[in-house]
């Protein structure tokens, strides 16, 4: 952690500036009469993650809106990130997020690409908590790629109705013995192609998707993987998906939480179950360690943005202000099982902080320093966690 935060020391003075720089030339043009619709935030930063190692990403946030003539659509945005570290991991991906017909529509994409010395404990709370890792127990070499669209309608007030696509796989090389003879490698093998196709229900009143300060959300979805899409297993996800959002005092002071659980039935392969400690959930264990057919979360986040000592030097009439800069802090507690009866007693505590930078309006670049059961993590993202 030490080494990160000298190398983040040493990059990050140059984003904030470069940033900074691209907001007074917005401000000059949009008094000129000429604001641009498309903005864009390049950088190249240090990370580090369990699984991954210390890394240098390079990427960028962009966003635009699909009718600049509409100040109260949502901007959409999409960010892109690749990364190399120091296990000789290969790290690519963007996820889109875009809002059409003054968001009567919503177009969602991600996609990801993953080629990486990994370590795979096996599926369970057990094997992930009690398996030693190491070169003859867990090590592995996988590569993994997805592709997952979304579309989404809104059929009343803030209620979408929509489907969802998912094609991915997964490619195991270099086995240690242990992961030779786990179970589940034997059963599904060492390359698995999964297509499905599924629905999504979701009522949305977020005053902003990406950094909400007010409003709730929740989703369910359905997704069903099958050989219809030439997938080499067929089998089900299901997900639920709750978060609130309660502005405390004023905008920039926010209490956030979330309620996810995801349930696999069928004939879910090693690499689709339901794996804990991403960017986006509890963040701090290594990602895919703790894996199972079923998987519960709950997190509650603080999430305060700094005012400005001084007025906007380019509009000084404006006063006092947000800043750019904040920071969150988390708390969280999962649960990893095989189905809902057997989550008791499989308990994933979680805890951390992280700093906020505003790259543009609204859509922040992040910093988190997660904590779990031992095991830490520093991760590097574009917008909230949730």
């Given at each position: 952690?030490?080494?990160?935060?000298?190398?983040?020391?040493?990059?990050?003075?140059?984003?904030?500036?470069?940033?900074?720089?691209?907001?007074?030339?917005?401000?000059?043009?949009?008094?000129?009469?000429?604001?641009?619709?498309?903005?864009?935030?390049?950088?190249?930063?240090?990370?580090?993650?369990p699984?991954?190692?210390?890394?240098?990403?390079?990427?960028?946030?962009?966003?635009?809106?699909?009718?600049p003539?509409?100040?109260?659509?949502n901007?959409?945005?999409?960010?892109?990130?690749?990364?190399?570290?120091?296990?000789?991991?290969?790290?690519?991906?963007?996820?889109?997020?875009?809002?059409?017909?003054?968001?009567?529509l919503?177009?969602?994409?991600?996609l990801?690409?993953?080629?990486?010395?990994?370590?795979y404990?096996?599926?369970?709370?057990?094997?992930?908590?009690?398996t030693?890792?190491?070169?003859?127990?867990?090590a592995?070499?996988?590569?993994?790629?997805?592709i997952?669209?979304?579309?989404?309608?809104?059929?009343?007030?803030?209620?979408?109705?929509?489907?969802?696509?998912?094609?991915?796989?997964?490619?195991?090389?270099?086995?240690?013995p242990?992961?030779?003879?786990?179970?589940?490698?034997?059963?599904?093998?060492?390359?698995?192609?999964?297509g499905?196709?599924?629905?999504?229900?979701?009522?949305?009143?977020?005053?902003?998707?990406?950094?909400?300060?007010?409003?709730?959300?929740?989703?369910?979805?359905?997704?069903?993987?099958?050989?219809?899409?030439?997938?080499?297993?067929?089998?089900?996800?299901?997900?639920?998906?709750?978060?609130?959002?309660?502005?405390?005092?004023?905008?920039?002071?926010?209490?956030?939480?979330?309620?996810?659980?995801?349930?696999?039935?069928?004939?879910?392969?090693y690499?689709?179950?339901?794996?804990?400690?991403?960017?986006?959930?509890?963040?701090?264990?290594?990602?895919?360690?703790f894996?199972?057919?079923?998987?519960?979360?709950?997190?509650?986040e603080?999430?305060?943005?700094?005012?400005?000592?001084?007025?906007?030097?380019?509009?000084?009439?404006?006063?006092?202000?947000?800043?750019?800069?904040?920071?969150?802090?988390?708390?969280?507690?999962?649960?990893?099982?095989?189905?809902?009866?057997d989550?008791r007693?499989?308990?994933?505590?979680?805890?951390?902080?992280?700093?906020r930078?505003?790259?543009?309006?609204?859509?922040?670049?992040?910093?988190?320093?997660?904590?779990?059961?031992?095991?830490?993590?520093?991760?590097?993202?574009?917008?909230?966690?949730?």
């Amino acid at each position: 952690m030490v080494i990160f935060l000298l190398m983040t020391t040493a990059v990050l003075p140059g984003v904030v500036a470069f940033a900074d720089e691209a907001t007074d030339a917005e401000a000059t043009d949009a008094d000129d009469g000429k604001k641009r619709n498309f903005r864009a935030s390049p950088f190249i930063v240090p990370g580090y993650t369990p699984e991954l190692g210390f890394l240098l990403a390079a990427g960028g946030l962009f966003s635009f809106s699909t009718d600049p003539g509409n100040e109260s659509l949502n901007r959409s945005n999409f960010n892109v990130m690749v990364g190399y570290s120091t296990t000789g991991s290969i790290t690519a991906y963007s996820l889109w997020k875009t809002y059409w017909l003054e968001d009567r529509l919503r177009v969602n994409l991600d996609l990801w690409l993953k080629d990486m010395p990994d370590n795979y404990w096996g599926v369970g709370y057990e094997n992930g908590r009690y398996t030693q890792e190491g070169d003859q127990t867990t090590a592995y070499q996988r590569l993994w790629w997805q592709i997952n669209p979304q579309l989404l309608y809104e059929v009343y007030n803030d209620l979408f109705l929509g489907m969802n696509l998912d094609f991915n796989q997964t490619v195991l090389s270099d086995m240690s013995p242990g992961v030779e003879s786990d179970p589940q490698i034997e059963e599904f093998g060492t390359r698995n192609y999964n297509g499905g196709a599924g629905i999504i229900l979701l009522h949305d009143s977020r005053d902003m998707p990406e950094n909400a300060y007010t409003g709730w959300y929740l989703s369910g979805s359905a997704t069903f993987y099958g050989s219809y899409l030439g997938s080499s297993n067929d089998y089900q996800i299901f997900e639920a998906d709750y978060r609130q959002y309660q502005q405390i005092v004023r905008p920039g002071s926010t209490l956030a939480w979330q309620l996810y659980s995801r349930i696999g039935t069928g004939s879910v392969p090693y690499a689709e179950v339901t794996q804990m400690g991403n960017p986006w959930d509890l963040r701090g264990y290594y990602w895919g360690r703790f894996r199972d057919r079923t998987g519960l979360f709950a997190l509650v986040e603080y999430r305060f943005k700094f005012m400005q000592n001084r007025p906007n030097r380019l509009r000084p009439e404006e006063g006092r202000k947000e800043s750019r800069h904040g920071f969150v802090t988390w708390a969280g507690l999962g649960w990893i099982g095989n189905n809902l009866g057997d989550l008791r007693g499989h308990r994933l505590p979680n805890i951390g902080f992280g700093y906020r930078f505003e790259l543009q309006p609204r859509l922040n670049v992040r910093v988190d320093f997660g904590w779990g059961v031992d095991s830490s993590g520093i991760y590097f993202n574009f917008t909230e966690a949730f």
